[in-house]
């Protein structure tokens, strides 16, 4: 079965840094598109950051560019997110996912992981 399991998340004060990593037990994971949402409490699962299959390009929201910096290594299965200068509004449960591609539209992930809190503090 395809499985993504996140890690990483945690506390942390504002304009810390976290890394979360993505491990997914996809075959052909080298092909798979990938990205991160989240989702905070009381609003809508949004979009943070995507890459594509060979990792050479990638697109993230404003609300976190230049913060954040998506990567992946095809060799370890494994997609991580870099978070630094991190605000009390980047808090929320971060998932990983896999799919068509690398864009900002849920509908083109196909899998999806359990998610990872990551809690801000002002």
């Known amino acids: 079965q395809v499985q993504l399991i996140e890690s990483g998340g945690g506390l942390v004060q504002a304009g810390g840094s976290l890394r979360l990593s993505c491990l997914a037990s996809l075959r052909t994971f080298s092909t798979y598109g990938l990205g991160w949402f989240r989702q905070a409490p009381g609003k809508e699962r949004e979009f943070v950051a995507g890459?594509?299959?060979?990792?050479?390009?990638?697109s993230y929201a404003d609300s976190v560019k230049g913060r954040f910096t998506i990567s992946r290594d095809n060799a370890m299965r494994t997609m991580l997110l870099r978070m630094n200068s991190l605000k009390p509004e980047d808090t929320a449960v971060y998932y990983c996912a896999a799919g068509q591609s690398y864009g900002s539209e849920s509908k083109l992930y196909n899998y999806w992981g359990q998610g990872t809190q990551v809690t801000v503090s002002s």
């Open positions: 890459i594509n299959w060979s990792g050479d390009s990638t």
